[in-house]
């Protein structure tokens, strides 16, 4: 994993912006092969405004929630705040007490975790469309006093992964696929696998599959039951390291929306909102714009496999995005 590759990514996701809008993006003589990662239409301004005003922004205890905290304290730091983090708050209970409790001014939360966890909503019951699931999420914070922003592109969400040249050999690409062959595959996940829409319970009731066997497992041994063979399929996520890291690994297209939608919201307390002003809004929904699957599968594995720190990357990315200056 190099900065080059994660410019790349950037860059590429505004050339597709700029042709699905008609415009040309060329090149001059001076062109850097776009390695400057200026892939920003806009780039946050420190207002005079926000100075004094704290904000603290928290997250829970992974690799990805710390990338994405630290992604949005700088930007908001950017944006001329007083800014501290708490990035290692343990679970999302944890974190939504620390919010509720004004330890924190806000964390970026998951659409589907916030309304099965908070909201008591079924899994089969959240909703596969990233739009119609945050707007449940925001209605339900604001019966809470809290504020949900709009979500960020990318959907970590659970999905069905298999070698890729397992994948070839059966000629799967999408969920569907697997019908008349899934019988004679192992699948292997985590123990609440047998309980989730998106894992065993919705491949089993909503595509109507059935496996050789299912096998329980700690998560963080997925991948390593797919390399020594012991698994034919297993549940991964779908902006984990490894799959930006590597070809060697396929995860099937869930074709008939089962699973739920899994994208970024940034949760705030109102008094944090009311206090910072627009700024704060605007300023995290505008540098969660790039934060698709693949490029937080890359942020993911900076930190995972090169064993970057997570502030570092955060700026690399805000920096090559063009959100802020180097």
Same mark, same amino acid.
């Given at each position: 994993m190099t900065r080059s590759k994660l410019s790349r990514l950037l860059f590429s996701l505004v050339a597709c912006a700029l042709l699905a809008l008609g415009i040309a993006a060329c090149g001059d003589d001076d062109d850097d092969s776009g390695d400057s990662g200026?892939?920003?239409?806009?780039?946050?301004?420190?207002?005079?405004?926000?100075?004094?005003?704290?904000?603290?922004?928290?997250?829970?205890n992974f690799t990805e929630q710390f990338v994405l905290g630290e992604i949005y304290a700088q930007a908001f730091e950017a944006a #001329? $705040?007083?800014?501290? /983090?708490?990035?290692? !708050?343990? @679970?999302?209970?944890?974190a939504l007490k620390a919010l509720e409790d004004g330890e924190?001014? #806000? $964390?970026?939360?998951? /659409?589907?975790?916030? !309304?099965? @966890?908070?909201?008591?909503?079924?899994?089969?019951?959240?909703p596969n469309d990233a739009q119609q699931a945050v707007d449940d999420t925001q209605a339900q914070f604001e019966e809470q006093g809290l504020v949900a922003f709009d979500p960020t592109p990318l959907n970590?969400?659970?999905?069905?992964?298999?070698?890729?040249?397992?994948?070839?050999?059966?000629?799967?690409?999408?969920?569907?696929?697997?019908?008349?062959?899934?019988?004679?595959?192992?699948?292997?996940?985590s123990p609440e696998c047998r309980q989730r829409v998106d894992c065993l319970v919705g491949l089993e009731e909503n595509y109507g599959l059935t496996f050789k066997e299912f096998v329980p497992i700690d998560i963080a041994l997925?991948?390593?039951v797919l390399d020594k063979g012991d698994a034919d399929l297993s549940i991964l996520f779908t902006t984990d390291a490894q799959l930006s890291e590597s070809d060697d690994y396929?995860?099937?297209e869930d074709d008939?929306?089962?699973?739920?939608?899994?994208?970024?919201t940034f949760v705030a307390s109102q008094e944090a909102v009311d206090e910072a002003g627009p700024d704060m809004e605007e300023t995290a929904e505008l540098v969660q714009g790039n934060l698709t699957n693949e490029v937080m599968q890359e942020l993911n594995a900076r930190v995972d496999l090169d064993k970057e720190d997570p502030a570092d990357v955060a700026h690399d990315y805000l920096t090559e995005s063009g959100y802020v200056g180097g």
């Open positions: 200026d892939t920003s239409a806009e780039t946050i301004q420190s207002n005079p405004d926000n100075e004094g005003i704290e904000l603290t922004v928290g997250s829970k #001329g $705040y007083d800014v501290k /983090t708490d990035l290692n !708050l343990g @679970s999302e209970q944890i924190i001014s #806000g $964390y970026p939360e998951y /659409t589907s975790t916030a !309304l099965t @966890s908070f909201f008591d909503v079924p899994a089969e019951e959240v970590s969400a659970n999905a069905v992964g298999l070698l890729t040249e397992t994948a070839e050999e059966l000629d799967v690409s999408t969920i569907s696929d697997l019908e008349g062959v899934s019988e004679d595959l192992t699948l292997y996940g997925r991948y390593e396929t995860t099937l008939q929306e089962v699973f739920p939608a899994g994208n970024v």
